[in-house]
Structures are given as structure tokens and as C-alpha cells.
């Protein structure tokens, strides 16, 4: 490549890069995790609360938390909301949708109400309401985690109220600190209880992102959870917020706490590439893939698609794991012999298993493999392969709920104190295999070999035989080896139009003319053949005649049968 065309790739990666990157960014108001909307089903507001408080619960103590219903129409009772300017007391029948937002304002502890903590998490819903919301976030978070292997599932605590030059009278929300969490219950006639899910906090990564591009401010962060001490408070973190925002007017911090869904995964991947885009662009592939670069075949390549598997690429000298037909192996010996490929293929036409065997061989050469799918269920599909096979001890599982440190600290650690004898085995088939893999190649170009003149494999015979076997047969003394194509098309007309005149001229057994082996008849024919029934008629009136005289004058038996 020369050095014009060097810097023209170089400057298309760049393009390329940012491309992408602006397509993984959501940073519009589209995004719920900067302009978040209570959802009346799917949403669950907790009131009253302080999320210092309820973080501690249930992230620090690792305790779940139960959840409080408003007072049934008619309850007089008042819930008391203290805000920076002014006290308000509203009715808890009405609290849905009149409660308003609480500024954050650092408190001790010690002068805290007991009901902040306790274990109950004081919503705005009644009974009915709540258990709706509650079992369609249930229902939403199990079926992403099955599908795609991700908790969307988040309590957001503390919520950032902001604006923007552009449009400053319109106040968007933000949240601060997203927990993980998951929704449990013990039978349908229990509540749902609130427990800490797999995954770590995390301070609210488009909030992040949004405030240092277009504001310049650093967000601080959260300890690390194995730095973070028991006693952490996370009052810490709001306070450090305020002095990041101080001086923004009308941005203020709430201490509203909402449970809902949250996705990040593309933004995930937005920072990846922003931190790693030089090294993920610097790989052969996503250049030729950019660059349009290197050679492109449909299909495997030649020198696989004429590979003799028994000789060349034997079952014996690969390292699968598990059943492969030849399509399969071919495919595990384009990767042996370095070549770049994508398999396709509808579902139940084995990919999961050549992926299997594929890892199998990749480990076999000491490599590492990265297998990675937006579907739980294919992750799972091979993960149990392997398993079956005993090479579990070599997979770290880094996805879903097993994507969390101290899952894969555990996994580490697991696959470090597995022992690494040899698992024993019974007889091995090893020296069988190639006796009888012989034999039934042998068979197989035995019965799809042409044969004689005619050029038909014995297995193409059967099979158009096998639509004639109710038809009459005949025997045929010609020698089947000599004939050819030719010879045999010839036959097969000649019987078509033997099969059209027979149709016309109906049952051939009872017709008058069977026995005649005459092929053409000529005038002066047709005329003696006239005379000749004829002259048969009249004989045949002649006799009839005599028959009758004879029963008649002379006494003799009826001729009936005549």
C-alpha cells in the first residue's frame, strides 16, 4: 500500500470511527436516563424517603426492602413533605400526582425519623396499582435478562433537575445514582420484595457523558465496591454534586427515587470505542472491513470446497467435541488454515455445534476465544456444550449475572483449583474409526459413482425406479452396460408415443384388431375387407335361418348358447 493511500485509509477510519461512535451516543432528550418521565404502569415513584438512606439498606447491608401502599380512598390521614422553602401537607389519596420533588439538603443521621429507616419503601400507589406496576417490571426485567442476558432493571436514586440555555424556563430530570436490583416474591399472594441484583451502582454513565461535553463538568465517582467501606455514606457523593452544579441556576438536586427500567449497553460501547478506538481499528479485519480491502468469495474458499476430508483433514487429527458432518468439518478446516468466515444458516442447521467444536480446536491450538451473541439463549446453547464435554473448567462466563467482579473472581478462582488429571475413559474407537469410516466411503462412491455407458449412479437408478414399481414389468435381455443416453431417450419416446395411441385406442385386449400385424391398410385393402363382412353377414343370416328350421320343423334343442 503506498503512503497516498495509507493516510486515505487512516483519515476513512477516523470518519468511520466517529460515525459510529455518534450512532452508539444517545445524549437527545429521547434518553430516559436524561430526561426521565414517570411512567404511570411501569414506573414505581417512592415518596418520603431519603436515597442515602435506602442506598445504605440495600446495597451496603445487603438487605431487601418492602414496599408501602398509600391509604385507601377516604383516609384522612396526611403525609408531611419537608422541601427547602416550605412545609406541605397533602392527602395521601391524591400523593400520585401531587406530591412534589424534595431538594437534597445534608442531614445527620441520628436526627433522622425512624421511618426513614426502617425497611419499607413508601410509595404513592394503592394496593392494586402498585402490584400491577410491580409485576410488569418484574415481567419486563426477567424477559431482557433471558433474551439478551442484561438487568434493566434499576432503582434511581437521587435525581438531578436541570435546564438548558436554549429552552431555560423547560426543567428536564436526570438520575444520579442507578442501583441494580431485582423484584422477588415467594407465591402470588405475598408482596414483592426489592433486593440488591448482580451488577455494581453506577453513577448514571449518559449523565456523565452529557455534562462533560457540554458543560465541562466532572461528575465524581463512586468507591469501588471492594474499597467501599461499611459505613460509606452516600450523602458524600450528593454533596460532592451540589459543588460540581453550584452556581447553575435553577439545577438543583432531588431526593426522588424511582423504580424503572434503564439500558446502557450502547453507551457502554460508545465509551469503549472512544477508549480503545486507535487499538480496535488497528485490527486486520476492521480494516479490510472499512477499507473494502483483501479478497471476498461467497462461499468457502476453493482450496477447502476441494479438500478431501478422510485424507487431508481426518476426524482423528481435529479436536472436535462434539458430531460434525463434512459441511461442518469444512468449515473447521477454513479456520484451521487461517481463513476469515461467516456461517449462516436458519435455526437446527448446527451452528452451535461447529461453534463448539470450533472453541474446542481454537483451545486445543493454546489460542483464547472470545464468543460473544446478543441472545442469552445462544450463549447458554454452547456454554452447555462445552459443559457436556468436561472443558466448562476453561470458560469464564462474563455475561448478565455472571458479568460482575466477584462472579468472575469466583470463576477464576474455581478454574485455578480444578484438578487437571486426564478424565478417564472407556475403550477408545480411535483405531476402529478409520477402518470403518473406509468402509463407508467406500460404499458411498460405490452408489453415487456413474455407471456404463449411460453415465446414471446406481443411487439416481433407485431413486427414479422407485416412482415406477407399481407398473407392469418386463424383462429386458439388452446389456444395460452399453447403453447410452442417447439410446435410452430414444426408448423412452418411443414408449410415450406408443402410451398415446394406446390411450385412443383404449383396452387393447378386447379389440377386434389385436391379432393384426398389418401397420397399413390401402384402398383396394379396405374394399375386400368391406366385401368380406359382407359376404360373413350374409352367411351369418343363412345360418340363423337353418338354426330356426331346425327348431322348428325337425324338433331339435334350442342352440341358447348360439
Not at 456523565?208 to 465517582?221: I, K
Not at 479456520?335 to 461447529?354: C, F, I, Y
Not at 456454554?383 to 462474563?398: K, V
Amino acid at each position: 500500500m503506498s503512503s497516498t493511500e495509507s493516510i486515505s485509509l487512516e483519515r476513512r477510519l477516523d470518519v468511520v470511527l466517529e460515525q459510529w461512535k455518534r450512532k452508539l451516543l444517545d445524549l437527545t432528550k429521547r434518553n430516559r436516563a436524561l430526561n426521565f418521565k414517570p411512567s404511570k404502569v411501569a414506573t414505581v415513584t417512592v415518596v418520603g424517603e431519603q436515597p442515602a438512606e435506602v442506598f445504605r439498606q440495600i446495597y451496603i447491608k445487603q438487605k431487601p426492602m418492602r414496599f408501602g401502599v398509600a391509604p385507601e380512598k377516604g383516609n384522612e390521614a396526611k403525609l408531611a413533605i419537608t422541601t427547602d422553602e416550605l412545609d406541605l401537607t397533602v392527602d395521601i389519596e391524591e400523593a400520585e400526582e401531587a406530591i412534589p420533588s424534595e431538594s437534597y439538603a445534608p442531614y445527620e443521621r441520628d436526627n433522622l425519623a425512624e421511618h426513614h429507616k426502617d425497611d419499607v419503601l413508601q410509595t404513592n400507589k394503592n394496593s392494586e396499582t402498585l402490584d400491577r406496576s410491580l409485576r410488569r417490571l418484574s415481567e419486563l426485567a426477567q424477559s431482557t435478562i433471558e433474551e439478551q442476558g442484561v438487568n434493566t432493571l434499576f432503582l434511581a436514586l437521587g435525581m438531578l433537575h436541570y435546564t438548558e440555555s436554549k429552552d431555560p424556563d423547560v426543567v428536564f430530570q436526570a438520575p444520579l445514582i442507578l442501583l441494580p436490583v431485582a423484584l422477588n416474591r415467594e407465591s402470588a399472594r405475598t408482596g414483592y420484595r426489592l433486593q440488591l441484583g448482580d451488577d455494581e451502582p453506577l453513577v448514571n454513565p449518559a449523565l456523565v457523558e452529557y455534562l462533560r461535553r457540554d458543560f465541562g463538568m466532572e461528575m465524581p465517582e463512586l468507591p469501588d465496591s471492594e474499597s467501599m467501606p461499611d459505613e460509606y455514606d452516600l450523602q458524600m457523593f450528593l454533596t460532592a454534586v451540589q459543588q460540581v452544579i453550584q452556581g447553575k441556576e435553577k439545577w438543583v438536586i432531588k431526593n426522588d427515587i424511582h423504580l424503572n427500567q434503564f439500558s446502557f449497553q450502547k453507551l457502554v460501547m460508545y465509551k469503549d470505542l472512544d477508549k480503545n478506538g486507535s487499538a480496535f481499528f488497528a485490527h486486520r479485519l476492521i480494516r479490510q472491513i472499512v477499507g473494502r480491502s483483501g479478497s471476498a468469495i461467497a462461499g468457502l474458499p476453493k482450496d477447502i470446497r476441494d479438500l478431501s476430508l478422510d485424507q487431508e483433514f481426518p476426524p482423528e487429527s481435529t479436536f472436535q467435541v462434539v458430531d460434525a458432518d463434512s459441511s461442518q468439518l469444512r468449515a473447521l478446516a477454513a479456520v484451521a488454515r487461517n481463513h476469515d468466515l461467516v456461517m449462516e444458516g436458519p435455526p437446527g442447521t448446527g451452528k452451535s455445534q461447529t461453534i463448539t467444536n470450533l472453541i474446542a480446536q481454537a483451545m486445543s491450538a493454546g489460542k483464547s476465544v472470545l464468543f460473544v451473541c446478543e441472545k442469552m439463549a445462544a450463549l447458554q446453547v454452547v456454554y452447555s456444550r462445552l459443559r457436556a464435554t468436561g472443558l466448562h473448567e476453561f470458560c469464564l462466563e462474563i455475561h448478565s449475572t455472571k458479568a460482575n467482579k466477584r462472579a468472575v473472581i469466583r470463576e477464576i478462582a474455581a478454574t485455578l483449583d480444578a484438578s487437571l488429571q486426564r478424565c478417564e475413559s472407556g475403550e477408545s474407537a480411535g483405531p476402529r474409526l478409520t477402518q470403518v469410516r473406509n468402509t463407508l466411503t467406500c460404499y458411498s462412491k460405490a452408489v453415487h459413482t456413474p455407471f456404463g455407458a449411460l453415465g446414471v449412479s446406481p443411487y439416481r437408478a433407485y431413486g427414479e425406479l422407485a416412482s415406477v414399481l407399481a407398473a407392469p414389468k418386463v424383462p429386458l435381455a439388452a446389456n444395460i452396460e452399453s447403453i447410452t443416453y442417447d439410446q435410452l431417450q430414444s426408448v423412452l419416446r418411443d414408449l410415450d408415443d406408443l402410451a398415446a395411441q394406446a390411450k385412443a385406442i383404449e383396452d387393447v385386449a378386447s379389440h377386434p384388431w389385436r391379432d393384426c400385424t398389418r401397420t397399413f391398410l390401402s384402398e383396394e385393402d379396405t374394399e375386400n375387407l368391406a366385401a368380406l363382412l359382407v359376404a360373413s353377414a350374409k352367411s351369418l343370416e343363412v345360418l340363423v335361418e337353418c338354426v330356426s328350421f331346425a327348431e322348428e320343423q325337425l324338433g331339435l334343442p334350442p342352440l341358447t348358447n348360439f
